[in-house]
C-alpha cells in the first residue's frame, strides 16, 4: 500500500494558476503517478499521468498545455502545476499512484488513492 496526502487546492478566478502537491510514502521513482479530478454528478477522470522511471507523461486534452505534471523522486513528491484555470476545472482533485509500470490513465488502473484536495475556478 502506498500512502498518499495531497495539498494545495483553494479556490482561484479564472485565468489564474495552483500548484498542488502529493507526499507518497514510497520512493516515487518506482511508481506510476497521476491526477485526477472528479466534480459533482461526473465520473473521476484522468487529468496527468507520469510513469515509473523515465518519466513519460500523458495530459488529457482539456489540460493539455495548461498543466505539467512532474515529481521529485528526493522527496517522494509529486506535483500539478495548473496555469490559465477556467471554472470547468472545478473539482476534487485526487492523487493515484500505482507499483505497475505499463500504459495507465483511467481510475481503474490505480490502486492507490489520496483524500483528494478541492479546487474552485470561479468566473
Known amino acids: 500500500q502506498v500512502q498518499l496526502a495531497e495539498s494545495g487546492g483553494g479556490s482561484v478566478q479564472a485565468g489564474g494558476s495552483l500548484r498542488l502537491s502529493c507526499i507518497a510514502s514510497q520512493y516515487t521513482y518506482w511508481l506510476t503517478m497521476g491526477w485526477f479530478r472528479q466534480a459533482p454528478g461526473k465520473e473521476r477522470e484522468g487529468v496527468a499521468v507520469i510513469y515509473i522511471g523515465s518519466g513519460g507523461t500523458y495530459y488529457s486534452d482539456s489540460v493539455k498545455g495548461r498543466f505539467t505534471i512532474s515529481r521529485d523522486n528526493a522527496k517522494n513528491t509529486l506535483y500539478l502545476q495548473m496555469n490559465s484555470l477556467k471554472p470547468d476545472d472545478s473539482a476534487m482533485y485526487y492523487c493515484?499512484?500505482?507499483?505497475?509500470?505499463?500504459?495507465?490513465?483511467?481510475?481503474?488502473?490505480?490502486?492507490?488513492w489520496g483524500q483528494g484536495t478541492q479546487v474552485t475556478v470561479s468566473s
Open positions: 493515484a499512484a500505482d507499483v505497475r509500470g505499463g500504459f495507465r490513465n483511467t481510475a481503474a488502473e490505480f490502486s492507490n
